[in-house]
């Protein structure tokens, strides 16, 4: 793995070059409706990618609005915490973190079989009573990916392939996930998208096809969400304008919306119908302080503080998992990347890993 120097100086190059390939897409849109990411209009809780403006955070109470919750890194059975980083120079299996006992343990590897090959591990995580349902990317290396829809039992004894596939979401009994084909190329087996929406059963049976999303490929990826009982997409990196399974559109402001929030893309708060977490710090690339604040009385409260800045965090509950960057003395590294585990009002903090950051 390649080791930066300067973590956030990588962030500025990678960010550029992700800006870049956004404004090339624009004019491929496939809904007009839809507003890429790199617009340079300023809204709040945002930047603009023409200046430095910073998020805009206020105090004022905001109405009570649908939850539409996407699938994320880290789950909670209300007994323990579940989660699984991979990117960044990470790779690791489905972790738990039990709350009372503060023991962390490891569910199930990210290595296949007897060989431990290794993989790009697991992400967007749901949990039900028995088991964790999961996307476990199969490949191993940052130019492709080959992910499948796994069911883990809890105690992980048992794991079940139940389609190749992405982006679970548990709805009423039934798995709804975007179905993927298998390619080769070049000595390369990896997956793609196909813009199909399907669902099934929770044993992987029952596979239905559900939906279509006009003109999706390789240009576009797309994500699912879920809003009292129903399925949206939108396109990944955007989450500005949301889709339901018919076609009608709904802007993002009609929403509560909880998704994972990668700071080095998007600066967007994160609401959980309850509480609204955003960030503040100099600049877009440095985010130093997250904050939590009551939707109904405005109250806001401290999360957590990074001087180095702040890369990713994800909402649980009532925990929020914090993923910065750290001080390290070393010859050639200056920065580590580490996860903590905060208690959302930020009275506690637990550090549950740390890695160098690399591709």
């Excluded at 990117?87 to 343990?105: A, D, H, L, P």
């Excluded at 995580?125 to 990317?137: F, H, P, Q």
Aim: glycine letters at 8%; one cysteine or more; aromatic letters at 12%.
């Amino acid at each position: 793995m390649m080791r930066q120097k300067s973590w956030n100086q990588f962030k500025k190059t990678m960010a550029a070059s992700t800006l870049a390939g956004a404004i090339t897409f624009t004019g491929c849109a496939v809904m007009p409706s839809v507003t890429a990411f790199a617009d340079t209009t300023e809204q709040t809780g945002q930047v603009s990618y023409d200046n430095e403006v910073m998020p805009i955070h206020t105090d004022v109470k905001t109405e009570a609005k649908p939850l539409m919750k996407g699938t994320s890194c880290t789950v909670s059975d209300g007994k323990n915490l579940y989660y699984a980083f991979e990117m960044m120079g990470v790779r690791m299996g489905i972790m738990k973190y039990n709350t009372k006992t503060g023991k962390k343990s490891e569910v199930y590897s990210y290595k296949i079989g007897k060989n431990k090959k290794g993989s790009n591990g697991f992400s967007q995580l749901s949990v039900d009573k028995k088991y964790i349902y999961a996307t476990w990317d199969r490949y191993y290396g940052t130019d492709a990916t080959k992910e499948y829809i796994y069911r883990i039992a809890k105690d992980g004894k048992s794991a079940k392939k139940l389609a190749l596939g992405r982006d679970p979401q548990l709805v009423d009994g039934r798995i709804y996930y975007l179905a993927l084909k298998s390619k080769s190329e070049d000595g390369m087996n990896y997956s793609e998208d196909t813009g199909t929406v399907m669902s099934m059963k929770t044993d992987g049976t029952d596979k239905k096809k559900v939906a279509q999303i006009v003109n999706s490929g390789d240009a576009y990826r797309y994500s699912l969400f879920q809003s009292e009982g129903k399925i949206y997409y939108t396109k990944e990196n955007e989450n500005k304008t949301f889709y339901d399974l018919e076609g009608n559109s709904y802007q993002r402001e009609a929403f509560a919306v909880k998704d994972e929030n990668y700071l080095s893309v998007s600066l967007e708060a994160v609401n959980d119908g309850t509480y609204t977490y955003s960030t503040t710090g100099k600049d877009r690339y440095m985010q130093t302080k997250l904050y939590r604040t009551d939707n109904r009385t405005g109250k806001k409260n401290l999360v957590a503080s990074f001087k180095l800045g702040i890369e990713k965090y994800s909402v649980c509950g009532n925990y929020v998992f914090v993923e910065a960057n750290v001080p390290y003395k070393g010859a050639d590294v200056t920065e580590k990347l580490a996860v903590y585990c905060y208690k959302a009002d930020g009275s506690s903090k637990v550090k549950l890993a740390s890695w160098f950051p690399a591709e």
